[in-house]
């Protein structure tokens, strides 16, 4: 299986219909709305937030690869354990960095205990 292209990755949206998506300083994903098959109040919003999916790849990808290591910890060895430090960032192994985790990769705020 051959690898993706590295995150993070960036939007560029050259105008309302016409976004693309860039990793490694090389075009990966371009979306593009037919500017009459539409409304404009319609589509941009939904461009831009399929855009913001697609940007999100790497991420998502790494949050279930953490999935899958925090859940089979008999095949935790130090491989695991280097590919756990360099998608969480953590040393350990728990679930708060697991959650953080999944939350930066759907772009979600942790909410404040209270």
Request: proline content about 4%; charged content about 30%.
């Amino acid at each position: 299986m051959s690898r993706h292209t590295k995150g993070p990755w960036e939007i560029v949206e050259h105008n309302w219909a016409a976004t693309s998506i860039y990793g490694e300083g090389r075009q990966i994903a371009h979306l593009e709305i037919e500017e009459d098959e539409r409304d404009r109040s319609i589509c941009e919003p939904e461009m831009d937030a399929n855009a913001a999916l697609i940007a999100k790849a790497p991420d998502m990808h790494d949050a279930l690869h953490a999935v899958l290591l925090f859940f089979n910890p008999l095949a935790w060895d130090n491989d695991a354990q280097q590919e756990w430090e360099r998608i969480t960032g953590a040393k350990t192994c728990t679930s708060r960095d697991l959650c953080d985790t999944v939350r930066k990769a759907l772009g979600v705020e942790e909410k404040a205990d209270g």
